[in-house]
């Protein structure tokens, strides 16, 4: 089983804001990295560290984090924004080892 | 511009070593985590471990079947998983994982350059 829990499915409508959430343990300690992934692509890295967006990645999307919940925000979501999303982080056994979310799908309605 | 590009054999057979090369294209494969990740047909992300200035950490439910090494001198790096079955069939990923410390001196992880991945299948 995954120490990190998302929901596997949300669905927004075309232009509204939605947020994908993300617990475990090990969120009070490190910050969740999110990653969209598109069918027959590799995930591409959207949101990392507190709320970072790496160049290229349009500013509706916005990470926050609280207690073991990180969030991805998608402000005025765009049809080309439905895809399968990724939480990331360490795991908290102290073993420093990685782990991912379940996923999850999102549809823009 | 640091590209990654996974290769190795598409198909084998059950209880073969599969071995997947990634090459670091752009950029040094000094100071970084280098990791792999696979995705079986149909599922989320299995992260299955990395390797980082020699030391190694692996998913524990395949730790006692793989092996992750790296290649300065080629700047690449390598995955091993033994004894293969058709639970192994996926599409695998490598990817360098960057970090940073924040104001408390505490790293936190991202995964920011990613290969587009190679599939394998196993079956007899």
């Known amino acids: 089983s995954s120490e990190l829990t998302q929901d596997p499915a949300v669905s927004v409508a075309l232009g509204q804001t939605v947020r994908i959430t993300c617990q475990g343990d090990s969120l009070r300690i490190y910050y969740a990295s999110w990653y969209q992934q598109k069918p027959g692509q590799a995930p591409l890295l959207v949101i990392y560290g507190r709320n970072n967006r790496p160049s290229g990645i349009p500013d509706r999307f916005s990470g926050s984090s609280s207690g073991n919940t990180a969030s991805l925000t998608i402000t005025g979501t765009q049809a080309e924004d439905e895809a399968d999303y990724y939480c990331?982080?360490?795991?908290?056994?102290?073993?420093?080892?990685?782990?991912f979310g379940g996923g999850t799908k999102l549809t823009v309605l | 511009q640091v590209q990654l590009q996974e290769s190795g054999p598409g198909l084998m057979k059950p209880s073969e070593t599969l071995s997947l090369t990634c090459t670091v294209s752009g950029g040094s494969i000094n100071t970084y985590y280098w990791s792999w990740i696979r995705q079986p047909p149909g599922k989320g992300l299995e992260w299955i471990g990395y390797i980082y200035s020699g030391t190694t950490n692996y998913n524990p439910s395949l730790k006692s079947r793989v092996t992750i090494s790296l290649d300065t001198a080629n700047n690449q790096f390598s995955l091993k998983v033994t004894s293969v079955t058709a639970a192994d069939t996926a599409v695998y990923y490598c990817?360098?994982?960057?970090?940073?410390?924040?104001?408390?001196?505490?790293?936190?992880?991202?995964?920011?350059?990613w290969g587009k991945g190679t599939t394998v299948t196993v079956s007899s």
């Open positions: 990331h982080s360490r795991d908290s056994s102290g073993n420093q080892r990685g782990v």
């Open positions: 990817a360098r994982e960057s970090h940073y410390s924040d104001s408390g001196g505490h790293p936190h992880f991202y995964m920011d350059v």
